[in-house]
Each structure stands twice: as C-alpha cells, then as structure tokens.
C-alpha cells in the first residue's frame, strides 16, 4: 500500500532522530572525548603487572585511568537497565512515549554541554557528565526504537532502520569533521567540541519530537491510576507474553551475548587503538602522533552506512537470521586479528572491517527484534527488554574488558573475552526457530 504524504513524513521524522543524538557515541564516546580524557588523565604512571600504565584515583581508589572510564560507563548502563522497564511500562500505559524520548534527549544534551567543565582536579564531580550523558543517550533510544513497529509494517523495517543508521552516522560525520576543522584551523579547545554536541542533538531532535505522534492509541489516564503501579503492570503483563514468545525469547538471549562485544568495541576501540598501536613519533613533540586515529573513526562511519544498507538488501534474499550469523561471523573474525595488529595500516584496515560489520548489526538487530513482535500496543515495554538485554550485556562486557585490563595492565589481553561473546552469541542464533517475518521476502 502506497504511504500518504504525513506517513513519509513521520518515518523521515522518526530517522532524524538518529541524525540528531548520533553526534553522542562518535563525538563524545569514540572520537574527541576518550583522546581528551586520556591526555588529561595521563602522566601519573605507576607498574601494574609487567605493564607501566596511567592511573587515578577516584573517591580514593586507584584505578587505571581507561578503566575507571569503562566502569563509569558501565555504571550508567545499569542505572539504565534498572530504569526502563518501570518507565517503559508508564510510556505504555499513558501513551506518552514521546514526553519520555524527549525528556532524555534533553538530559543526554545537557550533560555533554557539561563536559565543558571537565576538570582532572575535581575527577569525582567531572564524571558525572559522561555517566549522565551516557543515560539520556541510552534512555532514550529505548522509546525511540519503540516507535518503529508503529510508523510502518514489518516488511519495511529493515529498510527504515537502515535508513536511520545511516542518517545517524552520516550526520555525525559532519558535525565531527566540522569541530576538528575548528580544532586544528583556527584553535578551538576541544572541549567546545561537547557543546555543539549537545546543541545539534537537542537542536535536529526537534524534527523527531514535533512530527511523532504524541499518544497513537489514545490512552487516557485517570486522575486516580498511579503510573508507578500501572507501568509495573505492563511491564508484568508483557513478561509473561513473552515467555511464549519462543523466537522472540531466544533472538533476545542471543542479542544479550553478541551485543557485549558488538558495544564494547565501540566503547574502547579508540582507547585500544591509542594505547596498543606503535604510532610514529612526532618529531616537534617527541610524542606518538595519534592523529591518525580521527581517520580511523571517519573510515568506521562512512563504511558503517553502506554496511547498514548492504544488510538490509542482504536479509530480503537470505533473512535476517542468516545475515546476523555472517555478520557475527565476521566479529570474531575481526577480533582475533585485533589482537596481533600493532601498526597504522594494519589498525585502519580493521577499522574498515569493523564499520561495516557495525553498522549492520546494530540495522539489523534492531529490526529483527521489531519484526518478531506480536500484534500489541506495548511497544515501549517489549523494547525495554530488548534495552535491558542490550544495557545488562554492555555493563559485563565493559566491566569484563575494564577489568582485564586493570589487573593485567594491557587492553590487548582484554581482547580476548570479546572472541568468546561473540562465539557464544553465534551459537545462540542457531536455536532461533524459522519465522515467516524473518524469512528471505522472496520466499514468502
């Protein structure tokens, strides 16, 4: 059935969305940030194991310093994982999903103008920016996600959700290339960086949060209902649908393991990179020159939206089930040979390698787990899950990684818990029973 003018509308709304916030994870969690807080946290070396690594010491305790970062952000996480249900329920139960998506939108973006005020000196108080930061950006994913099996049918959600990841990180490439021109042309601090983060994804999210519709089914509240109460019935209500939910339930236990690597080589792949990789030395500051790690990160955005749209045409011939096992394929793949890489050259063909893959997982996912959903009006809380599942596995994953490395004092042995996760989550997938929704559309 061909789409009215206002449904295009909502759907490109719906998509901008990712051009907004993903200005977050490139900027704040990949590219600027974790270089500016390792060289701002740097210098105090100490010798843990056989390795000389940098250390902190936050509320008293040392840690290494790209560690206490992992443990913060998967602190965050969690605080997200405990959250979302209860509110996810509420969003259910009122229909305002659309006050929730804004009113973490508007956390996230605030919280990365905050990182302006990061001072090493008051650690303790300066970290609060990146965990609430990291809270709006995953908070609110959980009722932006949620509105996807409400904008269109299942047959196009690939396609949509493609769409999304590749606004998302298009859009974050340019506010990106933008500040690093500012930074290196005319002598921006980088910490200026953050604001214009926070002011483009509260800015573009406007398209989002005006074209959404604010309550699609109509639910009206009594001014007697209290919403903790009813959001803890949804969410009851949708846990016990989903215990027959037999290829929902075990999609989900797969997305839990793979996705612990697919995230937290996101999180630290810049820290790895800049810590295990012999970069040159820069001759007028006697330093190793990292600046090759900005090209890495450009490399993974641009691959990552043609890995988007590659998998999205790729599950319409073979099913999002088969397309999901070469991708984790190729994640193990990718990370055995991260753990012998040393050089520029080698670093930014894994960087190639890693985009690709990246962008069409995280597509991918997404739209399986949109596709497996029943006939429902829980949109919000059925994501919850898929949020709990995807937080709860980012929490171990970075914990695992931050832990490895601080009790061994190299990231390169962390490397290899990421091998089994996603060994495990390959495993996993072939449990998944057939689903019409998930089979190649030229079968069906």
């Known amino acids: 059935m061909e789409k009215t003018k206002s449904q295009k509308k909502v759907i490109n709304a719906w998509a901008f969305y990712d051009w907004a916030n ?6 704040i969690t ?5 270089l500016f807080y390792a060289a701002v946290t740097s210098g105090n070396k100490e010798v843990i194991g056989d390795y000389e690594a940098d250390v902190v ?20 996480f969690l605080v997200v994982a405990f959250i979302s249900p209860l509110l996810s329920g509420i969003a259910d139960y009122s229909g305002n999903k659309r006050y929730f998506l804004s009113l973490f939108c508007y956390l996230g973006s605030l919280a990365c103008i905050g990182l302006f005020f990061f001072d090493v000196s008051y650690l303790e108080f300066s970290m609060i920016f990146p965990f609430l930061a990291s809270i709006g950006y995953w908070g609110s994913m959980v009722f932006y996600n949620a509105y996807l099996p409400e904008i269109a049918p299942p047959e196009e959600h690939d396609r949509i959700s493609a769409r999304g990841f590749t606004m998302g990180y298009i859009g974050s490439v340019i506010l990106l290339v933008g500040n690093l021109v500012a930074i290196q042309a005319f002598g921006m601090p980088a ?9 483009w994804w509260a800015g573009f999210a406007q398209i989002t949060l005006r074209r959404l519709p604010k309550n699609p089914y109509h639910h009206k509240v009594a001014k007697s209902d209290s919403l903790f109460q009813k959001g803890y019935q949804e969410i009851k209500k949708v846990w016990k649908q989903l215990k027959h939910q037999i290829a929902l339930r075990r999609f989900l236990r797969s997305y839990f393991v ?21 970069w040159p030395i820069d001759p007028t500051t006697g330093q190793p020159d990292t600046s090759g790690l900005i090209i890495a990160v450009v490399i993974i955005q641009l691959i990552a939206s043609v890995g988007a749209f590659v998998m999205s045409r790729a599950s319409f011939k073979v099913g999002n089930i088969m397309v999901l096992k070469i991708v984790v394929g190729l994640w193990v793949i990718i990370c055995m040979a991260a753990y012998f890489i040393h050089t520029p050259l080698e670093f930014y063909m894994m960087a190639a390698a890693v985009g690709f893959v990246m962008g069409g997982i995280q597509s991918m996912s997404r739209s399986t787990y949109s596709k497996l959903l029943p006939e429902t009006e829980d949109h919000a809380s059925y994501f919850s899950f898929f949020d709990v599942a995807e937080k709860v596995g980012i929490v171990l994953g970075t914990f695992a990684f931050g832990y490895i490395e601080d009790f061994t ?3 390169r042995n962390s490397v290899l818990v990421l091998i089994v996760f996603f060994v495990v989550g390959f495993l996993l997938l072939q449990s998944i029973p057939k689903v019409k929704a998930l089979l190649p559309q030229k079968s069906v």
């Open 57 to 76: 010491y936050f509320f008293g305790f040392r840690f290494v310093n790209t560690a206490l970062y992992s443990f913060v952000t998967s602190a965050s």
């Open 30 to 34: 990949t590219a600027i940030f974790p």
């Open 409 to 411: 004092g190299s990231m």
């Open 22 to 27: 993903s200005s977050y994870p490139l900027v």
């Open 191 to 199: 910490k200026w960086a953050f604001v214009t983060v926070g002011i």
């Open 258 to 278: 793979y996705n612990m690597g697919v995230q937290t080589v996101m999180l630290v792949a810049i820290l790895f990179a800049n810590k295990e990789i012999n």
